[in-house]
Structure formats: structure tokens, C-alpha cells
């Protein structure tokens, strides 16, 4: 089946440790995005990519990097030096042709303890 | 600064009742609006307005958008306990950025 997968679904993580969520899609799709959503509160850009080897900052990149080496995946690593990284990491990926949907992966969980 | 902005933010009905969800927005080149249900983790694709003035339907639901005074709203007649989410909407510029707005919580009630 045609998706969006994210993994893990949940993250634990100790301060002061990097960690790389993993997005990967099967939809042939150019463009991918990353965003953050914190209890109560809508989707925050956080990168997103155009094209393979292309990506742009959105909203809140600080303490976030991202790679779009394959077309298909899109990873983001959550550095140490984001301050409160305890978050929902949402990935999403839509066609660049037309005005497209974008669909969506089912989420990451991280905790920071 | 591009910025799309919801209201209200929460919502609180019975069944049966009709609601309007509101979406505004400012930004710079403007592509189209996505209206998203997210009820536990991945946001669902409602609608998607490219064109001013032409409703889309979908069952109970029904959105239209507004280019001139940008904005767009959500209606949804005869609530049922199932509609319960929180409701997002999004704009999609021409660099393919999509920025997505706070959200309106809805909760239903029998």
C-alpha cells in the first residue's frame, strides 16, 4: 500500500542526546514537511523539501536538522541543542504538480527525560 | 510573515447542532486552502479551495473561500458525536510551503 510511514512511533530520549526520527514515503511525491505539535496547539513548520537535495527552514528549524539525500526519505534529527524537544513530530508529503493534499504519517512520540 | 489564523479556538455543542469554523489568513503568493479532521494522530484530508466562491460538499460538511477577504469557513450541520476533533486549516503558498493554523477543538455531546 501507497503511504507514509514514521518510526518509531515512540521516542524516549536523555538530555543532551541527539536523536533521528525516521520518515519514509512510497508516493512518488517531490515535496515533504516536518512539523512539530505540542498538547492543545495546531502544526508548527518545522523544515520542509522540495526537491532531492533541496530543503528549506520553516517556523522553528532551531535545534532541528534534516537531510533529503533520497527522494523517498526525509529524516529529522532533533539535536541537543533544541531546548524542549518533548513534542508530536508530524511528517507529511504531497505532489508539487497542481495544488495537492498533503498526507500524513501517523506520528512520533518524543519524550525527553 | 505569513500566518493563518482559526477561530474559535474551541468549540463545545450538542448533536444536532450546525457550526461554522472560521479561517483566515495573510501570506505572500497564495496557492491554495486545505481543510484537515485530526481526531488522534495523522490529520485526515477534508477539502482543498483553490477558487473563490465555489462550495465543496461532503456529506454534513461544506467549505467555501473567500480570495478577496481571505478566508475560508467549515460548516458542519447535524453535528454527531463522531465529528469530534480538532479541525485544521492550512495554506499552501507557491514555494510549496504549508502553513497550518492553531486549530479548532470541536467536541460533540449527546
Known amino acids: 500500500d501507497g503511504g507514509i510511514t514514521q518510526s518509531p512511533k515512540y521516542l524516549f530520549r536523555k538530555e543532551g542526546q541527539n536523536v533521528t526520527l525516521s520518515c519514509e514515503q512510497n508516493l512518488n511525491h517531490d515535496a515533504m514537511y516536518w512539523y512539530r505539535q505540542d498538547p492543545g496547539q495546531g502544526l508548527r513548520l518545522i523544515y520542509y523539501s522540495q526537491i532531492v537535495n533541496d530543503f528549506q527552514k520553516g517556523d522553528i528549524a532551531e535545534g532541528y536538522s534534516v537531510s533529503r539525500e533520497k527522494k523517498e526519505s526525509f529524516p529529522l534529527t532533533v539535536t541537543s541543542a533544541q531546548k524542549n524537544p518533548t513534542a508530536f513530530y508530524l511528517c507529511a508529503s504531497s505532489n508539487r504538480r497542481g495544488n495537492g493534499e498533503a498526507f500524513f504519517g501517523q506520528g512520533t512520540r518524543l519524550t525527553v527525560v | 510573515e505569513d500566518k493563518v489564523v482559526q477561530s474559535p479556538l474551541s468549540l463545545v455543542v450538542h448533536e444536532g447542532d450546525t457550526v461554522t469554523l472560521n479561517c483566515s489568513y495573510e501570506v505572500t503568493n497564495f496557492r491554495s486552502l486545505l481543510w484537515y479532521k485530526q481526531e488522534k494522530k495523522a490529520p485526515t484530508f477534508l477539502f482543498m479551495l483553490t477558487s473563490s466562491g465555489i462550495e465543496k460538499k461532503s456529506g454534513r460538511l461544506s467549505s467555501i473561500l473567500d480570495k478577496k477577504e481571505l478566508f475560508s469557513i467549515l460548516n458542519i450541520t447535524a453535528t454527531q458525536t463522531g465529528d469530534s476533533a480538532v479541525y485544521l486549516c492550512?495554506?499552501?503558498?507557491?514555494?510549496?510551503?504549508?502553513?497550518f493554523g492553531t486549530g479548532t477543538r470541536l467536541q460533540v455531546f449527546p
Open positions: 492550512a495554506v499552501r503558498i507557491n514555494t510549496d510551503k504549508l502553513i
